[in-house]
């Protein structure tokens, strides 16, 4: 059972319908016209934004100190690099539209804030997307310290997503947001944090595990 206030069904994200049922119903009528090839591409489009929407139920690790992914994707960067002077490991994932784009909270704790920055649309494998383009910084506490997390906006997709607010309580791979269409999510963890992914790794969100994190600074 989804926690209350979830905008997402047990397979799909309540959004889809906004923006899967116009092309459906535009390739119905194009149908009943005898216009097969916009029929053709209206319909498949509408079928493509539902299986892009979709929302699976994840098995969430119970391990003490485990670190989930918060999104679907690859790997494809994990660097040394400090988020506000606290030196930490950056974790980037990359998003296909292929891939299931609602975002989890890696770890149990509050929403200590979610700042919004207006941005550019660079391709979200390039390093600048990390910087420049448009996203939600999220930034959760837990007892054990601060981990903060990007939901970031590629060449494709426009608009990133979060359902959580400050002050809020999220369990471990809770659901918190997503991001439309190809994008990216970074991840900083605290230097004493093990990450246990590599390079190229096909991640799940909720349910992969990043990194083990047993401090109790």
Known sequence: MLPEGERA???????????GIPPLAAGAACLALGWKW??????????????FFRDPERMIPSAAGAVVSPADGHIIEIVDEPFDANMGHRVTIFLSIWDVHVQRAPVAG???????????????WRSAASRENEQNIISLETPQG?????QIAGAIA????????????????E??????FG?????????EA????????????????????????
Do not use: N
């Not at 069904?9 to 959004?15: Q, R």
């Open 158 to 173: 426009r608009r990133v997503l979060c359902w959580k607010r400050a002050g809020d309580v999220v369990a471990r791979g």
């Open 110 to 124: 509050r929403i200590a804030g979610v700042v919004y920055h207006p941005g550019r649309f660079y391709a979200a």
């Open 38 to 51: 916009p029929a053709g591409v209206l319909i498949f489009l509408g079928l493509f934004v539902f299986y």
């Open 146 to 150: 601060t981990v903060v997390f990007k």
């Open 194 to 217: 093990h990450v246990t992914v590599r390079r190229g790794q096909k991640v799940k969100g909720g349910e992969s595990i990043l990194a083990t994190w047993t401090s109790t600074a």
């Open 183 to 191: 994008s990216r999510v970074d991840i900083w963890l605290p230097q």
């Open 9 to 19: 069904c047990a397979t799909m994200v309540k959004e889809a319908y906004k923006f």
């Open 175 to 180: 659901r918190v947001g997503m991001i439309r």
